[in-house]
Nanobody, 120 residues
């Protein structure tokens, strides 16, 4: 079974930094893309940052210049370096991956989320 395990969340002061990581395990043929999402009103998730196998990245406007997404393909791991954190960044951050398993079509997988809390 494919699993996404997140780590790195916690409590920091405004202006501080956190580094999130998410490692994918299981029977995997290919990871097509990975990213980080967070909750928004309406019980939906918005994209924070994503990265494709080609190395292309996309960021939500409010985190541009502060957050950096990267991968270690050999470890099936995606990272989110979060600098200059603001209280409004407080949220649950969910790891996302679009994965092709052996003999299966690609589909979406989600981690259980890691809490990031930024104090004033």
């Amino acid at each position: 079974q494919v699993q996404l395990v997140e780590s790195g969340g916690g409590l920091v002061q405004a202006g501080g930094s956190l580094g999130l990581s998410c490692t994918v395990s299981g029977s995997i043929f290919r990871i097509n893309s990975m990213g980080w999402y967070r909750q928004v009103p309406g019980n939906q998730r918005e994209l924070v940052a994503s990265i494709t196998t080609d190395g292309g990245t996309d960021y939500e406007d409010s985190v541009k210049g502060r957050f950096t997404i990267s991968t270690d393909n050999a470890k099936n791991t995606v990272y989110l370096q979060m600098n200059s954190l603001k209280p409004e960044d407080t949220n649950v951050y969910y790891c996302y991956a679009k994965i092709m398993r052996f003999h299966y079509a690609a589909r979406d997988y989600w981690g259980q989320g890691t809490q990031v809390t930024v104090s004033s």
